[in-house]
């Protein structure tokens, strides 16, 4: 019985650490993917300001990174201002707040989560 009740505590530790780990993972990716979709939506849209493609951006958002519509996240366009020439250079860059996502007490048996996450796509204007 205690060999067994050893073994459960550890494996449920396992298994809590694993899904933080899982939702941290999921939000990496939303935040990798919508700075992607800026960047092109900013690319095809040349004459669009920052904040019309901001406001794209939270509509497009995954709903792993988009509760609140969009009030964790901090959209930022350079250059801000349209519009953009063809051929120029625009970057997008992405961060979220990820304190609310983190469930467990940071640090957690010595493993720190990270508390944002952050994502730049760079790309040319093509219209």
């Known amino acids: 019985m205690i060999e067994f009740a050893i073994t459960l505590a550890l494996a449920l530790m396992v298994l809590i650490v694993t899904i933080q780990f899982a939702i941290i993972g999921d ?21 669009y300001d920052g904040s019309k493609i901001s406001r794209y951006m939270r509509s497009v958002a995954s709903p792993a990174i988009n509760e609140g519509s969009g009030a964790n996240l901090k959209i930022t366009l350079i250059p801000r201002a349209a519009p953009h020439s063809i051929g120029s250079s625009l970057q997008v860059s ?34």
């Open 27 to 47: 939000a990496a990716l939303a935040v990798t993917q919508l700075a992607y979709a800026g960047a092109r939506y900013a690319a095809v849209n040349p004459g």
């Open 94 to 127: 992405v961060v979220y707040d990820l304190r609310k996502k983190v469930f467990l007490p940071n640090p957690f048996l010595g493993i720190s989560f990270p508390t944002t996450l952050s994502g730049i796509q760079t790309t040319m204007v093509s219209q």
